[in-house]
């Protein structure tokens, strides 16, 4: 089997993540990654030093087919132009950007030119999620009346993420960004496109740091989703998406979770360990992503999707206030 190329630009705690995942497979070959930060230099030379690149134009004029984008948000539209430039296939994480206008042109260039690219949602790909989205459209729990968004974080950034830099910032960082969009996309994927009815978010009064707490309503036709979420829980990383129906309830939770209930209990949708479930899910992105890459047929998150749920998040947070 021909392995695809690929080229990393961001060696964070994700990107570096991606990396081990993707140097286990027969199918991928990292062939190049750079970061601007010296810790992150010293991890990419620990990885495979014969990967290092000086900048992120080398990562794109490497032998590579797929570029994977692990910068912070606000690079990511410049790392999308490089590497479309260079006639190569991407996978972005997300958020996709924080401007909306300069990634709302940007998603129609690299659509007008044909480019093969996703975003990095992982629900997009999720088994618990795909038989979730199953039993909804088999009637188990009847017509969806209301939904949920729930999530709260012990601190944040969390604690295997970085303490300071871009994730504690209000610029390009926050749980809303990071987290809640991934919710947002499941509820625009399995319900349909999003409207803001209402958003309060509270901001530390120093006017840098990033949110700690938002309640807001979303609205998906006439379906009302409920947001609430802040720093200051009693788990590290808690969060769940509820359906409501008419005949029912289906709801995923701590991520790699999915569940339904037609009748007294709570049925698991894809029974196993929390490990088995993390396993899956990762195995999944990655066999979506070769599929795209073979242009086979996949389940990825559009840079289209993608950009709708960057314009919900960033009116989400621009309802908030200013400081308590």
């Known amino acids: 089997m021909r392995k695809i190329g690929v080229g990393i630009i961001g060696f964070g705690t994700i990107g570096e993540r991606i990396a081990r995942l993707l140097a286990q497979r027969p199918d991928f070959q990292v062939v190049a990654a750079w970061d601007p930060s010296a810790e992150a230099i010293q991890r990419i030379e620990a990885f495979d030093r014969a990967c290092r690149r000086r900048t992120a134009a080398e990562v794109v004029a490497a032998p590579v087919e797929l570029i994977y984008i692990a910068s912070p948000p606000a690079t990511h539209l410049e790392h999308l132009r490089l590497a479309a430039g260079a006639g190569k296939a991407i996978l972005c994480e997300k958020p996709l950007a924080v401007d909306v206008e300069a990634a709302a042109a940007t998603v ?167 490990e088995q479930a993390l396993a899956r899910n990762r195995t999944a992105l990655l066999d979506h992503l070769a599929a795209m890459m073979r242009g086979g047929s996949h389940t990825l998150a559009s840079l289209r999707e993608a950009l709708s749920v960057q314009s919900c998040i960033e009116r989400l947070l621009a309802g908030g206030s200013t400081g308590l």
């Open 108 to 274: 129609d260039r690299l659509e007008r030119a044909g480019v093969r690219a996703a975003v990095n949602f992982g629900f997009a790909v999720s088994p618990p999620v795909q038989a979730l989205g199953d039993a909804l459209r088999a009637g188990r729990i009847g017509e969806v009346r209301q939904a949920r968004i729930d999530a709260s974080f012990r601190a944040w950034p969390r604690p295997w993420q970085p303490a300071g830099g871009w994730l504690a910032g209000r610029q390009e960082g926050g749980f809303v960004r990071e987290v809640l969009s991934h919710f947002v996309f499941l509820a625009q994927r399995l319900l349909g496109a999003l409207r803001v009815e209402r958003s309060r978010v509270d901001f530390p009064a120093d006017g840098v740091g990033s949110e700690t707490a938002i309640q807001a309503r979303l609205t998906a036709g006439a379906i009302p989703i409920e947001v609430s979420a802040c720093v200051g829980g009693e788990e590290d990383d808690f969060n769940a998406f509820t359906l409501i129906g008419e005949r029912g309830a289906g709801r995923t939770h701590h991520w790699y979770s999915a569940e339904i209930q037609d009748g007294a209990s709570w049925v698991d949708l894809c029974p196993g360990t929390p």
